[in-house]
């Protein structure tokens, strides 16, 4: 699941196509206008860069082609560091619990909770203010709000 090296020609992980990887060559070349790059294309993104390498691998090329893209657009603040983790993170979970050959539209159609925008899934796991804030764009904050289910985890009781 290593991404090949310049130059050396090496399959594409089961389940990655042909259109994947072409849609990931154009984001690398920042050939996507900004107007066609959606929240879904973020997760799709996600997604084929896990597809390629591990969870660590991944994120760094993962948030290197969305800084650079952000930059090219104009637009470097518009990156944000706690949201970008939280999704790959979660897309990454997802993607474990699935087949090995599955492809990105299975994939899609079995986590449609990841490509809803507005609301998104964040809200279940971090407060409004929490995404809001400065120090959440500039780096990683841990989930602050956690389902009632997982309310109680670490209560005593008396």
């Known amino acids: 699941m290593t991404r090949s090296q310049p130059g050396v020609a090496t399959p594409a992980p089961a389940g990655v196509r042909d259109e994947d990887l072409a849609f990931e060559r154009a984001f690398e070349r920042l050939e996507v206008p900004g107007d066609a790059f959606h929240h879904e294309d973020h997760v799709r993104l996600g997604w084929i860069c896990l597809r390629q390498a591990p969870l660590a691998e991944a994120a760094v090329r993962f948030i290197g082609l969305l800084k650079a893209y952000a930059t090219h657009q104009g637009a470097p603040e518009k990156y944000h560091d706690t949201i970008t983790w939280a999704y790959l993170l979660l897309i990454h979970d997802r993607l474990t619990a699935m087949p090995e050959e599955h492809d990105w539209k299975e994939f899609a159609e079995a986590n449609p909770d990841l490509l ?6 964040l809200p279940r796991y971090y407060r409004e203010g929490t ?12 989930p602050d709000a956690w389902p009632d ?5 670490g209560a005593h009781s008396p």
């Open 131 to 142: 995404l809001n804030s400065d120090r959440a764009r500039a780096g990683f904050v841990m």
């Open 149 to 153: 289910e997982c309310s109680t985890l």
């Open 116 to 121: 809803e925008y507005r609301p998104s899934i």
